[in-house]
Structures are given as C-alpha cells and as structure tokens.
C-alpha cells in the first residue's frame, strides 16, 4: 500500500479558486469556435502564458525548473481548472509532459537548459514516434539515421504526428543500427521541425479536421549534440520516460473528466429533449449516470494513487497501462453515452470549441476523438498485452 | 417457414453490386459527397436499368425479397442515396418514396432530393413532405434535412412496415461491407512480424461483430418472411430487426474502428465513408432507446412470436 495524499491544502485551492475567477476568460468556448489555425495557436499561447505567470503551467515539473507543486496541490489545480471550465493546454501538451520527461530523466544540462525555458516561453513539440508500418510493433521503426562527423543524416516517414504543423521540434525515434536487434539500434532526438528536408503533411480525418500529419525527413541533418540518451539506447529512454510520464498526465484528465466531463454529461441530461423529456428524469439514464459517477471515482483514486508512486519510485511496470485502458475505454463509454443523451441535434451540429478537453460536450465530436485514446499512444490490445505480462507475469504471446 | 431469400432475389442483388461497382463503387460516395446533384442523374439509371424502380415490394413476395437483396447491395457501397425509401413508396399515394418519422422534429437523409416524398409514423399518420435545403455539406450532414409535413391521414398502417424495415436492409449491406474491409485489413497489416489477424484477440474482435452481423441477417429474413406472410407481428418483427440493426452497427464499426487504427478514421480508407454515412440510417428516424421503447410498448401490448413459435403470432 502507499501512503495516501496530504489533506487537501485548502489555502491553496482558494487560491486558485480565486485566480479562476479572474483568469479564466469568458466566453471562450463561443470565441473558439470555428477559429483559424493561427487564432487557436494564439490563444493556447496566451492561455499559457497566463498559466505560467501564475506558476500553474508545469506544476509537475521540478520547483528549479518552475513547477514543484506537491501531488496533493496538483490535484487541487487540476480540480479547480476543470471546474471552472478553463481551456486545455492542447498544444503545449507534448512539450510540457513529454518532451519535458524526457529532458529531464535523460536530457544533458544543455539540453534541459536550451529547452526547458524555451517550453516554458512556448515552444511546442510533437512526437515522432508512429510510422506507416510501425504502429503497435513501433520498435521495427525504419526511419534511418545515419551518423556524418558531427551530425546524424536522418530519411523516413512519420504518421500521426498530432500538432505537427504547429511545432518547432519534434520527439524523434529513428534507426541507427540496422544491424542490431530491432529494440536495440534505434537512437531518440531532438529534432529541429524548422530544419532543411523537414516537410509536413496534415492528413484529413472523418471529421473534416487535421488533427495530425503526415512528416517526411529527407535528408535532414541533426547536429550529434540532439541525441537524448545513449547512441543506440533510444527504445529504453522512450519506455522509462514516457510509461511513467503517463501516470502524471493521467491525473490532469482524470480530473477533467470528474469535474468538467461528467458535469457536461449531467447537463446534457438536464436538458429537454425535442418532445420536453428530460432524460434524467428516466430511471435508465440515472443508472447509467451512477454508473459513471462510480467508474470516475474509481479512476480518480487510481490516478492519484499512480502519482503518488511516481513521487516516490514505486510505479509498476504496467500501473499506467492500467490507468490508460480504464480511462480510455470509460471516456468512450461516456462519449457514446453523452452522444445517444445528444439525439439527433448531437449528430447534425458536428463542431467542437478550439481548446476544449475531450469531453467537450459537443458528444458526437467527442466519441469519435474519444477513439485517440484506444488506438494511439499504444493500442488497449497493447495495453493488455502489457498488463497481462507484466503485470500478470503471464507467458508472452 | 423459409426465411432464406429465393436464388433470383440473391442473384439479382449480386447484380446490382457488380452494377455499381462499374458505376464507381466506392468512388459514387466520395463524387455524390462534393457534388450532391448528381446523385440521381447517376444512381437512378443505373438502377433503373436493372428494373429497381419497377419493383413492387408490396405487390409479391419474389419482388420483396429483391428489394431487400437490393438494398443490402446498395448499403455494400454506402452510395448514400434513398433506394430503400424510394422502393418502398406508398401504394396508395401519389409520391416517388415513403420515410418514417418520429412524432417530434421530423428529419430523413433525402436531402438535395428532387422526388416527390411522403412520410409515415409509426402510428400510421401519414404526411407530404418538403424538405428543407440542406444547410451543411454532405459531409456533416450526411444529406438529412429537416422535413416539412402537410398531414394527409391515418391510413398508413399498411406502408410503415416495410418503411422501418427496408432501411435495415441497407445497414445490413454496409455492415457486410465493414466487415470484409476489417477482415482484409487484419489479413495485410503485418505487426510483430505476422498479419495482425494472427493474434487471437483480433480473431475474437472480429468473431464478436461477425456473429452480431449474422444474427442481424437472419432477424432481417425473418421479418422480411414476416411481411411476405402477412404476419399480424410484421410491425414489431420490423422494430426488432432495427433494434438488431443499430446494435450490430455499434459493435461492428467499434470493432472495424480499433483493428484499423488510426487510419480507419482518414478518408484514405473506405470505413471512414461507410461508418460517418451509416450515421443516418443508425439515428433516424429515431435511435435505439426509442426504438427499444416503441418495441417494448407493442410487444407488452401484443405479444412478440418471435422465429421458433412457428409463425403462430398474435
């Protein structure tokens, strides 16, 4: 057992009540709606720059590099952004958890130094990670980076790079051994999205949007200094960093979908329908939402309790795939449901404010993006896979 | 009691597939998609061509079970065109294709249609109808407009049978076609060095969908016996199909979704068209709470006979 969190650390939750208040902007979702890429990216940074001001922007990261907040104080945060409906940091969102993990667990001190501030004026990432044939198996990766004195000569192709036309670098995993193993030649890098044969392709979704590209290298050079980890030891980096990255972005969401997520869902129930039916008023629509309301504070608990083992070293090897396949499969199960609540008027207005969280209300928008959370970032099958063996100490398929 | 389809009816829906695949397949959606008018300038003769429009489901069991066969082929290349709403017009009205509509807030995928429609509840209130101008793209809207009714009578006790049940027929076709795409995904995508269809927890997914497409098919026939035979049930058999129907849609495109991965959900592949046009014929005119809702309300009063009391119903 671990210990659990400190008493909510109520001085600060009124601090940041009252920072809500008056920080919050109003009427986002409304001026967010069907705004131009450069409208959206300019209010992320904005939002960001608000948040940072106010030391609430990477509260995970360490106080020397401006966070230090305690897991307890997180949560409070993450609480009372959700309640208050404040915009998500959607774009900042690799850079201030990803990039910033792996900086810090595996960077240089010129890394950390050329970066962390850099993340914190704004600077956004993408992760390079997916390609065209390596999606579940990422580890046959073929994009090949091949060492020329002081640089690395990278050529491949990247998929489903989310936010890739808005970022300055990019989280990039490519092949530098051919000959070894398939785990063990591939090295991690910072890659420069501004440098020469770097081209950047949106691909269109059934949604109508272009949440994630396409990113070719053609012979790109990264100096030899943009390697993070060991030459050839990229897969390990990537595993330690972004397996346990994932307990601390779990909390944010999970929190969101307490305090932001369930209360749409309620709404939406409270709202007459076309024939002046309240949905709630029926008995198996309040099941249901007992039901949620019950899942959501089983995974609330989960998601603190993985962030405390985080703090304290005692992460399991698959706590997170845990997390992830819970939240994933429940925020699905909520969408689906918050889109049936919807009827038909849910499925002929298909838009979604800019910035909004992935319940943003607009339920049938937000059953389908609920899919990035089955499918990307390693499949539930992975995940299962993942728990089965390690956790489970079952025999490897 | 038979419920499988006459070999015609299975070779003329053979027929009508092969036809529209020369006419362009998967390709008819995504031209119909950025140029709605020439949906019926292309779909009409094809079809006509093949005496679609002749066919009288109301008139015998043989053109019946064509129809249906037709619809199933259409549904098999989503070409998002009104064929099942056209086939099954009304008898007694003078109108080119009869919808079904809720009490409240009628809507129908006819939008961008020149023909004439009419409309019927599941209470038999029978009504013209306009169709507004579809004010969002196909893409969005996937072509369903909000409807205008004159009321006409309660007389269409008769026409809303197959108005409920036809348009199952075609959710039929497009989970026929979900499937054989996600089983020929699975069977090319190579991970971990083998097809992703190797793993037994893909093969479990698409057992899962396959048997809920099955069972769809065989509830489908069995209503379809039902009407031909004239069976007091027909009406609640057609509920039961259509609650059959979404319910196998969820699980199918769920699980047609998730083996495909994220590229399932970008218009290079087929599935992304088919799942966001099965949209209308899933939701309209109601979806499955109110679907189950109206079933159980009939079956509490009237009793389900269901396939295996011999076509004894109430």
């Given amino acids: 057992m671990t210990s659990p969190p400190p008493p909510d650390p109520e001085p600060f939750r009124a601090e940041v009540r009252e920072w809500c208040r008056t920080h919050v902007p109003t009427g986002w979702r409304d001026a967010q709606t069907g705004v131009s890429d450069e409208e959206f990216v300019s209010f992320q940074k904005q939002w960001f720059g608000e948040l940072r001001e106010a030391g609430y922007a990477v509260p995970h990261w360490p106080l020397a590099w401006g966070g230090g907040l305690s897991v307890g104080e997180q949560i409070v945060l993450y609480q009372e952004l959700a309640a208050h409906d404040a915009p998500r940091l959607v774009l900042a969102f690799v850079a201030i958890h990803h990039a910033a993990s792996t900086l810090l667990a595996a960077g240089t001190d010129e890394q950390r130094a050329r970066h962390l501030p850099a993340i914190l004026d704004g600077e956004i990432w993408v992760q390079g990670f997916s390609e065209p044939d390596a999606g579940s198996d990422l580890a046959s990766l073929r994009t090949a980076a091949r060492r020329e004195g002081d640089a690395y000569v990278v050529n491949g192709q990247k998929l489903w790079a989310s936010g890739a036309k808005y970022a300055g670098w990019c989280l990039l995993l490519a092949r530098t051994d051919p000959g070894a193993p398939k785990r063990h030649g591939i090295s991690y890098f910072l890659l420069d999205m501004r440098s020469q044969g770097v081209e950047v392709r949106p691909i269109r979704q059934a949604t109508g949007e272009s949440h994630f590209s396409e990113i070719f290298l053609n012979d790109v050079e990264i100096p030899a200094t943009h390697l993070i980890g060991p030459e050839n030891g990229g897969w390990q980096v990537a595993q330690a960093t972004l397996s346990a990255e994932r307990g601390m972005t779990m909390l944010e969401l999970a929190e969101r979908l307490g305090h932001a997520g369930f209360t749409w869902l309620l709404d939406a129930c409270r709202r007459p329908n076309a024939e002046g039916l309240r949905p709630i008023d029926d008995s198996l629509v309040l099941d249901r939402l007992a039901g949620f309301e019950t899942e959501i504070a089983g995974l609330r608990a989960m998601c603190r309790s993985l962030a405390v083992r985080h703090e304290t070293g005692h992460v399991g090897p698959a706590d997170a795939s845990v997390v992830k396949l819970y939240y994933s499969e429940l925020l699905q199960r909520m969408t689906n449901f918050g889109a049936d609540v919807a009827g038909l008027a849910g499925s002929t207005r298909i838009i979604k404010p800019m910035s909004s969280g992935w319940e943003s209300g607009a339920w049938v928008l937000d059953f389908i993006g609920s899919w990035e959370w089955t499918i990307p970032g390693g499949t539930s099958e992975i995940q299962r896979t993942i728990i089965a063996e390690r956790a489970l100490q079952m025999p490897r398929a | ?314």
């Fill in chain 2, 1 to 314: 009691m038979n419920i499988d389809l006459s070999p015609e009816a299975l070779e003329y829906g053979g027929l009508v597939k092969r036809a529209l695949e020369s006419a362009g397949g998967d390709g008819l959606l995504r031209t119909f998609e950025s140029e709605p008018e020439r949906r019926d300038g292309v779909i009409s003769p094809v079809l006509g061509e093949l005496g679609a429009w002749d066919l009288d489901p109301r008139g015998s069991g043989d053109e019946l079970e064509a129809a249906a066969a037709l619809c199933r082929a259409v549904g098999y290349w989503a070409v998002a065109y009104p064929v099942a709403e056209r086939l099954c017009r009304s008898a007694t009205l003078e109108s080119d294709g009869l919808v079904v509509v809720a009490d409240v807030a009628p809507a129908a995928a006819i939008g961008g249609s020149d023909l004439r429609w009419a409309a019927v509840t599941l209470d038999g209130r029978r009504s013209l109808v306009t169709a507004c101008p579809l004010v969002e793209s196909p893409r969005t809207s996937a072509f369903v407009a909000r409807l205008m009714l004159e009321p006409l009578d309660d007389d269409g006790a008769d026409d809303v049978v197959l108005g409920v049940l036809l348009p199952c027929w075609t959710l039929l076709g497009m989970l026929d076609r979900a499937l054989d795409l996600v089983r020929a995904y699975v069977l090319e995508r190579q991970q971990f060095g083998q097809p992703l269809a190797a793993f037994q927890g893909v093969q479990f997914q698409l057992t899962d969908a396959e048997v809920e497409r099955a069972g769809l098919e065989e509830l489908a026939k069995y209503a379809l016996w039902s009407v031909e035979s004239a069976q007091p049930a027909s009406l609640r058999d057609a509920l039961a199909v259509r609650v059959a129907a979404i319910e196998a849609a969820d699980t199918v495109f769920r699980v047609a979704h998730q083996l495909h991965g994220a590229i399932g959900f970008c218009d290079e592949t087929t599935l992304s068209w088919i799942s966001r046009y099965s949209g209308p014929l899933r939701r309209l005119p109601f979806g499955l709470s109110e679907t189950l809702h109206q079933l159980s309300n009939r079956t509490r009063r009237d009793g389900l006979p269901g396939v295996f009391s011999g076509g004894q119903g109430q």
